[in-house]
């Protein structure tokens, strides 16, 4: 594929840093998911993972590239140190993709090379024109990124990236990795790189920013003004410690203000022409996506995709809005996917309305995801009188987002009340097809039916995040449950939904504890030697 410098390249990071923040582990087939959801919003790249960290991120990597990376879809992308053992990792991985790139990185500053490389200058050079050549032996399209570019001395900075363009790379990337630096700051060092870096006109250049100080979407917006080309950003802004950039807010500035930043791309401002290659209609939906997945809520007043984002609550703001929309909105809520939450369905509606609704609101199921979908709607139906576009939204997410069904929840039933103890009884069928019952006193109903369910599943674990959050308001809306439990270092998440919260609470419980319970037969089948290793 083609990628045409006259607009803004995004490379979107989210399985790659987002995955990287704390607690965001996603198996292979979640991967596979949100990287279709990024292929349909129309990213650039997707950098997949980093194949040489483990076998699952080898594992995703090589799938995506398989399924996603196909022709006319995005590039695929995988990370590696500037070692040879990390390079030959991604490009193995990346081998059936239809556009691989391999971006590799060493960090540059001098508080890096003492401290954690403990190697000179003149070795990370001479390292950088290496690795990059060992790289552009098995893709054309190579990314080199100097870690902690913004703390590196500019001089030994611009020497780095000559040699990096001269070795081959096609794409220089200028990370803030500890988000240190400010808008007018990191403005200047893209455009000192412009002017000092010998062959920077045969490279795109890059940023990738974490947002520490919360400036990171600020500092790429000025890096776009200085000749920037590819913003490195991921949903939802998730990414090592305070995140990166988020892609929502990059893409939505860029589109709300295009004829401020159209002189910028050498385009007359009235120009039309979208900024990005992004369907800006996608971005709720894959905000939801990844937060539903990774177990990473979205807090409520986040720019773009927070539940508060679109709402209107003072009583002038209000009167103003229903005057003229634009005395206090500067984009319009369905530019970003989200429907009016208007009433679509009853208890009476048919299968076809069911499926034709969906389609509309742009989810294509599976006969075998539908079918489950619809029984889900009959049931949410039965108790609620109207259906809204984001009661199905949260349905069928719900039904099909769901990790591999190991142990099913048959039945949960509490007793509580001020006067009384709260007890839960659980049924579970486990993963041999037994049916196990059992009961629980605990400090609330859904303490009971926790610890309830725990003596069933029997693996030990800590519930270390709960939230409930309501889909529409009123007093029959769906409540969506969230739930993040850890065993030893790693991190589970679930996600429900019910109009019974209770029940949505116990769904996300074994929801996660698949997930665990997944790892761990996954971790125990990798310590056993396969057939073909033992003949060799
Ligand atoms: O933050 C960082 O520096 C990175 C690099 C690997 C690009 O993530
Ligand atoms: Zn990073």
Redesign the pocket.
């Known amino acids: 594929m083609k990628i045409n410098p006259d607009r803004i390249i995004i490379f979107d ?1 989210t399985l ?2 987002g995955e ?1 923040s704390p607690g965001a582990t996603l198996n292979v087939e979640e991967k596979l998911t949100i990287a279709r959801q990024l292929a349909k919003l129309g990213v650039d790249v997707i950098e997949a993972g980093f194949p040489y960290a483990s076998a699952g991120d080898f594992e995703a990597v090589n799938k995506i590239a398989e399924q996603v990376g196909v022709e006319g879809g995005p590039i695929i992308c995988a ?1 590696a140190r500037a070692t040879y053992h990390d390079i030959e990792a991604a490009a193995q991985a990346l081998k059936p993709a239809a556009h691989p790139r391999i ?1 590799t ?1 060493i960090a540059t500053s001098d508080i890096h090379l003492e401290y954690k490389l403990k190697k000179t200058r003149a070795e990370v050079l001479a390292i950088t024109e290496e690795m990059v050549s060992y790289a552009k032996s098995f893709v054309d399209d190579v990314e080199f ?1 100097p ?3 913004v703390r590196t001395e500019p001089a030994f900075l611009y020497e780095v990236l000559e040699k990096a363009i001269a070795a081959g790379a096609t794409t220089v ?1 200028i ?3 500890v988000g240190y630096t400010t808008p007018s700051e990191f403005g200047a060092l893209i455009r000192s790189i412009k002017e000092n870096v010998r062959n920077i006109d045969q490279a795109i250049i890059s940023v ?3 947002n520490d100080l919360g400036l990171a979407v600020a500092n790429f917006l000025e890096a776009i003004k200085n000749g920037a080309r590819q913003l ?1 950003c991921t949903i939802n802004g998730i990414g ?1 410690r305070a995140g990166n950039a988020a892609l929502e807010e990059l893409v939505m500035a860029l589109h709300v203000r295009r004829q401020y930043f159209n002189p910028f791309l050498g385009r007359p401002p009235e120009s039309e022409e979208p900024l990005t290659n992004i369907d800006t209609r996608q971005i709720y939906k894959t905000s939801r996506l990844v937060s539903n997945l990774t177990g990473i809520l979205v807090q409520p007043n986040k720019a773009i995709v927070g539940a508060n984002a679109f709402a209107h609550e003072s009583g002038i703001h209000q009167d103003g809005v229903l005057k003229n929309r634009l005395t206090y909105e500067i984009m319009d809520a369905q530019s970003i996917g989200l429907t009016e939450n208007k009433i679509v369905l009853g208890k009476h509606s048919g299968r076809h309305a069911f499926q034709t609704r969906l389609k509309e609101l742009g989810f294509e199921l599976s006969e075998n995801e539908l079918n489950k979908a619809f029984v889900k709607f009959k049931a949410v139906a039965d108790k609620k009188k109207e259906i809204t576009d984001w009661d199905l939204e949260s349905i069928v997410n719900d039904e099909i987002q769901q990790p591999p069904e190991l142990f099913r929840l048959e039945l949960v039933q509490v007793s509580c009340g001020n006067h009384s103890r709260p007890t839960a009884t659980v049924t579970l069928r486990t993963p041999s097809g037994e049916e196990l019952t059992d009961a629980a006193i605990g400090t609330g109903p859904v303490d009971a039916v926790y610890r309830a369910i725990n003596r069933v599943v029997n693996v030990p674990n800590e519930l270390i995040e709960f939230s409930v959050q309501s889909v529409t308001a009123g007093i029959d809306a769906i409540g969506e449950v969230t739930i993040r439990l850890r065993h030893g270092e790693r991190i589970f998440s679930g996600h429900a939904a019910n109009t019974d919260i209770i029940v949505a609470s116990a769904h996300a419980y074994v929801n996660a504890l698949n997930r665990l319970y997944a790892a761990l037969q996954k971790q125990e089948a990798d310590k056993k030697p396969t057939t073909a290793a033992v003949a060799q």
């Open positions: 990071t790659r840093d990287q990370l971006h990185f990124s870690e902690d570019a990337n990370p803030d990795t990738h920013g974490h490195e090592e």
